[in-house]
């Protein structure tokens, strides 16, 4: 049954995975094997500005341990990694208040290049 959460969920797999993806160019080779993390949002209103902060939190964690997944020669080349995930799945997820969660946490508005591919 597809229902709007588990679409949610299924944007925010792919948010993260492609993220992971794209990251590792520079630092290795991502294969078949790479981490995909799915956030669950079954349980949650995102129309509640305090659901809204759980998905952020969930988004992160997921991020942080994807992207733990992998040896990065210097700390900075992880938190981009982490940083990148949480943009692409903000911005596939395309919910204002989730941005506006981001754009909080960050001081930045979600990258308009991540922004402009949500449709």
Avoid at 4 to 30: E, N, W
Avoid at 48 to 59: F, G, K, S
Avoid at 62 to 78: G, I
């Amino acid at each position: 049954m597809h229902t709007p959460a588990t679409g949610l969920r299924r944007l925010i797999t792919i948010a993260v995975f492609g993220t992971l993806i794209a990251s590792f160019g520079a630092v290795c080779v991502a294969d078949s094997g790479s981490p995909a993390i799915s956030v669950k949002v079954s349980d949650l209103d995102v129309s509640n500005p305090a659901h809204v902060l759980v998905l952020y939190d969930r988004i992160r964690a997921a991020a942080k341990h994807a992207c733990s997944f992998y040896w990065f020669k210097r700390d900075t080349d992880e938190a981009r990694c982490v940083h990148d995930s949480i943009a692409k799945a903000v911005a596939t997820v395309n919910q204002p208040a989730l941005s506006a969660v981001y754009n909080a946490k960050y001081r930045t508005p979600v990258p308009s290049t991540l922004a402009s591919q949500s449709r």
